[in-house]
């Protein structure tokens, strides 16, 4: 079955610096990857997503993330974390030969960034 | 509206009694998706909706959770003889192309149900 292993439960951060959350998926075809966000009181919400062209892919508020297809990988960067970034992050896989679109979500990371 | 909506934000019932939970979607929005979270998890899949037919329902987890959509626009998902493992957030999200390549789905607030 697949499966989404994301490497941190819990990460803390000082504000300024640098951050990667590390996604691992298990699937051998061609998928649409994406990171959700869920900060404190409110929904999910989209950050960024991979469907084809440049591995790189960037979000909004400065994310970014790396789609490595050799290490079935999805990791999230930003160079520089705030304190508004304290929330939780979701990566989360969508194989192609399902043409419904269901997500196939990783456990979560929870981001504490200290002001 | 603006976003998915559910209702109620909160559910709390005792075990065996019957709930329904109700989202809904983004208007023009043909595909609607329920998913379960539960404490510390990330949200996992139960059934999708393309249009008022379920099109997958492969991660519904017995006979008593059922979901309908009878007009294309609203679903209700109902769980009956609740029991404490089904205590759980309960997200809803609807996408406009219904799987397409480049689609994307935008999450309601989710309905947190507390059996007790």
């Known amino acids: 079955a697949q499966s989404v292993s994301q490497h941190n439960h819990h990460v803390i951060l000082s504000e300024a610096a640098s951050l990667e959350l590390g996604c691992n998926y298990s699937?051998?075809?061609?998928?649409?990857l994406f990171w959700y966000v869920q900060y404190p009181g409110q929904h999910l919400q989209l950050l960024l997503k991979y469907f084809s062209g440049d591995p790189l892919v960037k979000g909004i508020k400065g994310f970014e993330a790396e789609f490595i297809k050799s290490k079935f990988s999805f990791n999230l960067r930003k160079p520089s974390v705030q304190w508004s970034d304290t929330a939780e992050y979701f990566c989360?896989?969508?194989?192609?030969?399902?043409?419904?679109?269901?997500?196939?979500f990783g456990q979560g990371t929870e981001l504490s960034v200290k002001p | 509206g603006a976003g998915v909506s559910q209702t109620p934000s909160n559910k709390v019932t005792e075990k065996g009694k019957y709930v329904e939970l109700r989202c809904d979607p983004i208007?023009?929005?043909?595909?609607l998706y329920w998913y379960r979270q539960s404490l510390g998890q990330g949200p996992e899949f139960l059934i999708y909706?393309?249009?008022?037919?379920?099109?997958?329902d492969s991660g519904l987890p017995n006979d008593r959770f059922f979901a309908v959509r009878p007009e294309g626009s609203v679903s209700t998902l109902k769980i009956q003889r609740t029991e404490r493992g089904d205590s759980a957030v309960y997200l809803c999200a609807s996408s406009l192309l219904a799987g397409g390549i480049t689609d994307t789905q935008y999450f309601g607030p989710g309905t947190r149900l507390t059996v007790l």
């Open positions: 989360a896989v969508s194989p192609l030969y399902n043409q419904g679109g269901k997500l196939i």
């Open positions: 208007s023009g929005h043909t595909a």
């Open positions: 909706f393309q249009g008022t037919g379920a099109a997958d």
């Open positions: 699937y051998g075809g061609t998928v649409n």
